[in-house]
Each structure stands twice: as structure tokens, then as C-alpha cells.
């Protein structure tokens, strides 16, 4: 599933691709249940808006349009806007936009979503359901320390990936960030040191501010929308390496369940 970064690159390269055009067409090919609104009305209300602008929380790709609407989208697990790439059979939504270019909603796996709703309902919604963004200025290390100190029974991996405890951390950069501070997932939060919840964050930050200028990580079906594979999988550690030497160590890498996720780790670097 895209992550923080993986949607930070979508949103930035939306922003360049479609702020200030104008949606001229619009057409839906696929489930009802993907869009929030029975499909002409959908369409209605996207056909002719302008796109002022694309932002993101958390997971979230979030088109603001000049309708008072905005078109929330959740791309699950395979998910993606592509940008002046033909139709095929996976694609469910078509934007043809001025400027005769064209925006694809593709999805395979059809968990993806596409919501549109009143602009003035945005922060309600995101501010219920989300915790603060790790890249934040304002999400110091005090903030970070507190809110462990508030879930001190939790297994950090578990939390990390509590998109109310902290937004857009998913299985990937969860487990990266507990190699980088040399922890492992299935501790509880009240066993970390002050030195190893340092680390944490400055890994939490580290990874993911790096994992942007790699335009994210390709580790299954993630492309940008140019069509284009995150090269930040040949910078992880340990996701996708269960039974290979830790490039640190050289130990092997083992993995175990935590609440229903894979989690790889290194037994000798991470205690």
C-alpha cells in the first residue's frame, strides 16, 4: 500500500500536472462502491470544476476544486493517477482535462476509493480519523515522546502504524524506521530509553523525508504518475529481506507476525 511518501510524490506531481485546469470530461467505469455518490451525480459535480490545487493527509490524495467540493481518494493497495496514459481494463475514472490532457484513476485490486464531499467537511473528517504528520514542523521530539508516554502497553510496531497515533506510516517505513534506531517491533513502548525514542524519531523523519526525493519505494505495485517505479527499495534494510544477510551485520534476517503484518528484523542489531 502507498505510504507518506509514495502520496507525497502523487500529490506534487498532481500540483504540477493539473492545478489550475479545468475538468472538461468526466467518466466512471467501475464498482459503486468505489465513489460515495450514486455515479451521475458523481460525474455532475466533477464535470466542469477547476482543480485549484492538490494536497495530501496522511494516505490521502485530496483535489480541491473551485465547486466548493473536494475529491478525496485512498489509493489501498493498488491505486494509482496516471497522467496521459491510456485507458485499459483496470482504469475506473477519467479526467479529460483543458490543455487536451488526460488523468487516469487505475486500480486492480478495486480497494481504492473516490470520495467527493463538501470542502467545509474536510478538517472534521481528517481531523478525527488522523494523528499528527511525522514531517510536521511542529512534530518535535517532545510531542513524539509524549504521545509514546500516552500508549506505554502498545508494541511500537503496531502503533507506529495507527494512522491515529501518527498519519501515514505504513508497513514499510514502520519496520525501516525500527532497524534504524536499532529497536525491535514487538517491544512495548514503556521499555524504550530516552536515547532509543531519539532515534526512533530522527529515523522516522530521516527515512521518509529520503524516501521522498526517491520518489518513494516500488516494493510491489506502486508507480508515480508518470508510470514510473520509487527507486527507495534499493535503500531498505530490512522490508521485503526476510532470509537475506542484514547489510549491517551480516546476520540473517527473520521475520514474524505482528498483528496480522509480516515484520522483518535483524536479531542482532535490534534489541
Known amino acids: 500500500?502507498?505510504?507518506?511518501?509514495?502520496?507525497?510524490?502523487i500529490k506534487s506531481q498532481l500540483n504540477k500536472l493539473v492545478a489550475g485546469k479545468k475538468i472538461i470530461f468526466a467518466e466512471f467505469f467501475g464498482p459503486?462502491?468505489?465513489?460515495?455518490?450514486?455515479?451521475?451525480?458523481?460525474?455532475?459535480?466533477?464535470?466542469?470544476?477547476?482543480?485549484?490545487?492538490?494536497?495530501?493527509?496522511?494516505k490521502l490524495?485530496?483535489?480541491?476544486?473551485?465547486?466548493?467540493?473536494?475529491?478525496?481518494?485512498?489509493?489501498?493497495?493498488?491505486?494509482?493517477?496516471?497522467?496521459?496514459?491510456?485507458?485499459?481494463k483496470h482504469t475506473h475514472l477519467i479526467l479529460k482535462l483543458s490543455g487536451e490532457n488526460q488523468l487516469n484513476f487505475k486500480d486492480v485490486r478495486k480497494f481504492g476509493y473516490l470520495k467527493l464531499i463538501k470542502a467545509e467537511e474536510l478538517s472534521k473528517l481528517l481531523g478525527k480519523d488522523y494523528g499528527p504528520e511525522p514531517l510536521d514542523k511542529n512534530f518535535t521530539l517532545k510531542k513524539f515522546e509524549n504521545l509514546l508516554l500516552s500508549k506505554p502497553k502498545s508494541k511500537i510496531k503496531q502503533i507506529l502504524l495507527d494512522q491515529k497515533?501518527?498519519?501515514?506510516?505504513?508497513?514499510?517505513?514502520?519496520?525501516?524506521?525500527?532497524?534504524?534506531?536499532g529497536i525491535l517491533p514487538d517491544r512495548k513502548m514503556e521499555t524504550l530509553k530516552k536515547e532509543e525514542v531519539k532515534k526512533l524519531y530522527k529515523g522516522l523523519r530521516t527515512i521518509l523525508q529520503t524516501s521522498i526525493k526517491c520518489g518513494g519505494t516500488t516494493a510491489d505495485d506502486y508507480l508515480d504518475c508518470y508510470g514510473k517505479k520509487g527507486s527507495y527499495v534499493d535503500k531498505l534494510k530490512v522490508y521485503g529481506r526476510k532470509g537475506l544477510p542484514c547489510l549491517k551485520c551480516k546476520s540473517i534476517l527473520l521475520e514474524s507476525r505482528l498483528g496480522g503484518r509480516g515484520t522483518v528484523y535483524c536479531p542482532k542489531c535490534q534489541k
Request: positive net charge; aromatic residues 10%; charged residues 20%.
Open 165 to 181: 497515533f501518527i498519519a501515514g506510516i505504513g508497513n514499510i517505513y514502520a519496520q525501516e524506521a525500527c532497524f534504524y534506531a
Open 1 to 9: 500500500m502507498p505510504e507518506l511518501p509514495e502520496v507525497e510524490t
Open 61 to 88: 490524495l485530496i483535489l480541491e476544486l473551485n465547486n466548493d467540493y473536494v475529491l478525496l481518494t485512498h489509493l489501498k493497495m493498488t491505486g494509482k493517477y496516471l497522467w496521459n496514459i491510456p485507458k485499459d
Open 32 to 58: 459503486q462502491k468505489m465513489i460515495n455518490l450514486p455515479k451521475n451525480k458523481f460525474l455532475k459535480i466533477l464535470t466542469g470544476a477547476k482543480i485549484n490545487r492538490v494536497n495530501r493527509r496522511a
